[in-house]
């Protein structure tokens, strides 16, 4: 067995009084990848955020072969070889790629100047080696959120670290990206590096890692070797219960057209698309990345120009902004949940509220009980682990953070909610409620629009299926036709509507 690199000394960590890490105990090896999994809340990320430098724990140490160190900054941590990829982009983006790969480690010549050829093919080796489609001198805000990953990926991988340490790196992956940073994963391994690798994606987890532990509260609950566990066992550990059908019921017969748009096309990212959406349907959106799903929700919203007619319960529903939409009766969960869901500087409940504010105002005045009121309702709701209402929302977990960016989208209860990647970086537990709210969103009559990645989610939840390739809708299935084969075959022509292409 190899000798620990890093190892963890009764790490502990409160926030406000409150302990998320209890005495963690851990080892991390060279030559290994260790997954670390849990449900949201557990103390994952804390965890990861301490080795990182990111935090400082309120007790215990760490220890880098043997030694005690302390990391005061993430730039202290990666002098010593720890570098992570944070499940949050933490990109610049009115700069490059590859003056974010290096941004506060840029490389300089003799004469103390940019060494901006040197930086640009470091990062255009990395970017290969990663199997990415961005170049070094395409600006951070042009790109998918998919590419975004990868960035931040390649950013890490910029400097010879000797711990590497990925959280949720794969939710905005394709299966052929994230096969491609398997690839790489196992080649840094070989490599005598260690690897840290947290998920919820269970099924990955015992794919590409030599060792899991896992947290349940705070506490370190189990630890054992990926040979040994399987997935049911995995999130039996993590739940501490058996987990039975995450997928709630498929609903009855829909009822009158909640939703119409016709001819809605936005320049450079999709065109021609008309479909209806109904009262008490889940229609799901499914299609490869660069498709054009996010962006008819975008055009939906009024996030983007776009040209066509968008009717809500038989009512003109084109949008010029956001708040447009938001009073035509839509409601939308945006993919990046930081970049554009939620304010993390800001309180819960003020988050909870964003998009409802002028319900909690009275003659300029905000009424804060009602806020807190409203919040606290939101929170019992969705099971969010928040004691205190008024903390800044960044305390909480990614996981509880995007039931609040929910809370916010349905509090104005809107009669159509779109949502765009919904369970994205939450853990199994969590996906199962946010399913089941969705459920019983659609059961009060609301029309739901299901923008996902997850094949297995998309034939879980929804009623009908419109399949998007190129900026155009290839196809659309219902009921019992809704197939994983037949899903890809629209999405990547090897089918068209009426058969194989």
């Not at 690798?197 to 899991?212: G, N, P």
């Not at 962006?295 to 939906?300: C, F, I």
């Not at 029309?447 to 989610?457: K, N």
Request: charged share 25%; net charge neutral.
């Amino acid at each position: 067995m190899a000798a620990p690199l890093l190892r963890t000394r009764a790490l502990t960590k409160e926030f406000a009084g409150h302990a998320v890490l209890r005495g963690a105990e851990v080892e991390i090896r060279r030559g290994e990848i260790l997954g670390v999994i849990g449900e949201n809340g557990a103390g994952k990320s804390t965890f990861m955020k301490i080795v990182a430098g990111i935090y400082e724990p309120s007790s215990g140490h760490l220890e880098l072969e043997g030694r005690p160190v302390s990391f005061a900054t993430p730039s202290d941590a990666r002098r010593a070889g720890v570098s992570i990829v944070p499940q949050e982009f933490n990109l610049a983006p009115d700069l490059s790629v590859e003056e974010n790969v290096f941004l506060g480690a840029e490389l300089v010549t003799g004469r103390r100047t940019l060494d901006r050829s040197r930086m640009r093919a470091r990062t255009l080796e990395l970017l290969a080696e990663l199997g990415a489609s961005a170049s070094p001198g395409d600006r951070i805000d042009g790109l998918s959120a998919a590419q975004k990953q990868l960035v931040e990926v390649a950013k890490a991988l910029a400097f010879d670290a000797s711990l590497l340490i990925l959280d949720e790196p794969t939710t905005m992956l394709t299966r052929r990206e994230i096969d491609r940073l398997f690839v790489v994963m196992r080649a840094l391994r070989a490599r005598g590096m260690a690897l840290v690798y947290v998920s919820h994606k269970l099924a990955e987890v015992k794919a590409i890692c030599d060792r899991v532990i896992v947290l349940k509260d705070g506490e370190l609950v189990r630890e054992s070797p990926v040979a040994e566990i399987e997935p049911p066992e995995m999130a039996r550990a993590m739940v501490g219960r058996e987990l039975r059908e995450i997928y709630p019921p498929k609903r009855s017969a829909p009822g009158a057209v909640a939703l119409e748009v016709r001819g809605l096309s936005s320049p450079g990212a999709f065109e021609d698309v008309s479909f209806t959406a109904r009262e008490g349907e889940i229609l799901g959106f499914a299609g490869l990345v660069g498709a054009g799903r996010t962006q008819v929700a975008e055009a939906l919203m009024g996030l983007r120009p776009s040209s066509g007619s968008v009717r809500v319960a038989g009512r003109d529903a084109r949008a010029r902004t956001a708040l447009d939409a938001v009073r035509s009766g839509l409601g939308y969960l945006s993919e990046d949940r930081a970049g554009s869901g939620i304010l993390p500087g800001f309180a819960i409940a003020e988050n909870v509220t964003l998009v409802s504010l002028r319900d909690y105002s009275r003659l300029g005045w905000l009424d804060r009980e009602k806020e807190l009121a409203r919040a606290a309702t939101w929170r019992d709701r969705f099971g969010i682990k928040a004691g205190d209402l008024s903390a800044p929302l960044e305390s909480l977990s990614g996981g509880n953070q995007q039931k609040v960016s929910l809370a916010k989208t349905l509090d104005p209860a809107p009669r159509v909610v779109i949502v765009d990647e919904p369970t994205r970086g939450v853990d199994v537990a969590a996906k199962a409620e946010i399913y089941r709210f969705l459920g019983e969103l659609a059961g009060r009559g609301a029309a739901v629009l299901l923008v996902s990645s997850e094949l297995e989610e998309i034939i879980g939840m929804s009623d009908r299926v419109l399949v998007m390739r190129e900026g155009r809708i290839a196809g659309e299935l219902e009921g019992t036709a809704i197939q994983e084969r037949d899903i890809m075959y629209l999405a990547t022509g090897l089918q068209a509507a009426g058969g194989i292409a």
